[in-house]
């Protein structure tokens, strides 16, 4: 697959994952629940499509390595979407957002010891000048010592930098996946299954599990449009797109939101917020105009 077609799936991805606030917004249910049930949802579903695609259901018994890959990757998406919904809970929104989006920092090393994937300068800049530009889009106060005094801030922020961590393992899992071969949508089946296990639980122990009949429609569209969907366009993108351009590219999340919000919900930016989704741009732009074959990998089988 080209490298511009990789790009353009990749970033389609990223443009379903922007929908997420909105699904999420309308369902109006405590946010673990609905994080656990779009992982149930998203299980059975990548599941029927494997089924349906591959042969039946003799498809779902898949292999060792399978099995072992899915269950890895699993781990990663169960923490980077928890930890995720921790940072909201404890910490400020802004904090949030942007310790999340500091995914390339861990992706690029990540990639390095996972497969040797050397990182292309442009898109190690590309991720400085985006991840300046996330900081000035959300007004991040991080370097406040009121962040460092309050346990229940500093316990939130702990928390969003472990969801940044484990979306960078997601990221850095995906392309592995491609690279050793195993089977795209029984993959997902078994992550998915996993972290759908592992949420429940978290759900359970909070006791969140329950989910009011109004939110039902929103939660499936969330794991349908804003999981399954994104995952596989994800999946197929990162056959021949590197893990830490891959990293970089997610953080056109964050301008896509940005953009949806002013024109569903009528939520705008300040000055230096524009500012910032300027960087956030130019940092993407940038790795994506470097010279011909940069960010890209080798195909995976």
Same mark, same amino acid.
């Given at each position: 697959?080209?490298?511009?077609?990789?790009?353009?799936?990749?970033?389609?991805?990223?443009?379903?994952?922007?929908?997420?606030?909105?699904?999420?917004? /309308?369902?109006?249910? $405590?946010?673990? *629940?609905?994080?656990?049930?779009?992982?149930?949802?998203?299980?059975?579903?990548?599941?029927?499509?494997?089924?349906?695609?591959? *042969?039946?259901?003799?498809?779902?018994?898949?292999?060792?390595?399978?099995?072992?890959?899915?269950?890895?990757?699993?781990?990663?998406?169960?923490?980077?979407?928890?930890?995720?919904?921790?940072?909201?809970?404890?910490?400020?929104?802004?904090?949030?957002?942007?310790?999340?989006?500091?995914?390339?920092?861990?992706?690029?090393?990540?990639?390095?010891?996972?497969?040797?994937?050397?990182?292309?300068?442009?898109?190690?800049?590309?991720?400085?000048?985006?991840?300046?530009?996330?900081?000035?889009?959300?007004?991040?106060?991080?370097?406040?010592?009121?962040?460092?005094?309050?346990?229940?801030?500093?316990?939130?922020?702990?928390?969003?930098?472990?969801?940044?961590?484990?979306?960078?393992?997601?990221?850095?899992?995906?392309?592995?996946a491609r690279v050793i071969g195993t089977p795209l949508l029984a993959t997902l089946f078994v992550a998915w299954s996993v972290a759908a296990a592992l949420l429940t639980g978290?759900?359970?122990?909070?006791?969140?599990?329950?989910? $009011?009949?109004?939110?039902?429609?929103?939660?499936?569209?969330?794991?349908?449009?804003?999981?399954?969907? $994104?995952?596989?366009?994800?999946?197929?993108?990162?056959?021949?797109?590197?893990?830490?351009?891959? +990293?970089v590219l997610s953080m056109s999340e964050v301008v896509f939101t940005t953009v949806l919000g002013l024109l569903v919900y009528g939520e705008g930016l300040a000055p230096i917020?524009?500012?910032?989704?300027?960087?956030?741009?130019? *940092?993407?732009?940038?790795?994506?105009?470097?010279? +011909?074959? /940069? *960010?890209?990998?080798? $195909?995976?089988?």
């Amino acid at each position: 697959m080209k490298a511009a077609a990789s790009k353009l799936l990749v970033l389609g991805a990223f443009l379903a994952f922007s929908l997420m606030p909105i699904f999420t917004r /309308e369902a109006s249910a $405590p946010v673990l *629940g609905i994080v656990a049930w779009r992982a149930i949802v998203v299980a059975l579903v990548f599941g029927a499509w494997t089924a349906i695609s591959e *042969g039946g259901l003799v498809a779902l018994r898949v292999s060792r390595a399978t099995l072992r890959m899915g269950g890895v990757y699993g781990v990663a998406l169960a923490l980077a979407s928890s930890t995720f919904v921790g940072g909201y809970a404890l910490t400020t929104v802004a904090n949030t957002v942007f310790l999340h989006n500091l995914a390339p920092a861990v992706a690029f090393p990540l990639a390095w010891w996972a497969f040797r994937e050397r990182p292309a300068t442009e898109a190690i800049t590309g991720a400085v000048v985006a991840m300046i530009g996330v900081g000035l889009m959300s007004g991040v106060s991080i370097v406040q010592f009121s962040q460092f005094s309050n346990p229940r801030f500093l316990l939130g922020d702990l928390s969003a930098v472990a969801s940044a961590i484990g979306y960078a393992g997601v990221l850095v899992l995906t392309r592995r996946a491609r690279v050793i071969g195993t089977p795209l949508l029984a993959t997902l089946f078994v992550a998915w299954s996993v972290a759908a296990a592992l949420l429940t639980g978290v759900a359970l122990v909070f006791d969140t599990m329950a989910l $009011p009949g109004h939110a039902i429609p929103w939660v499936i569209g969330l794991a349908i449009v804003c999981t399954n969907i $994104p995952f596989f366009l994800l999946s197929l993108g990162m056959r021949s797109l590197k893990a830490g351009l891959t +990293s970089v590219l997610s953080m056109s999340e964050v301008v896509f939101t940005t953009v949806l919000g002013l024109l569903v919900y009528g939520e705008g930016l300040a000055p230096i917020g524009w500012l910032g989704a300027g960087f956030v741009v130019l *940092g993407l732009v940038y790795p994506l105009l470097g010279p +011909s074959g /940069e *960010g890209a990998a080798a $195909p995976a089988p």
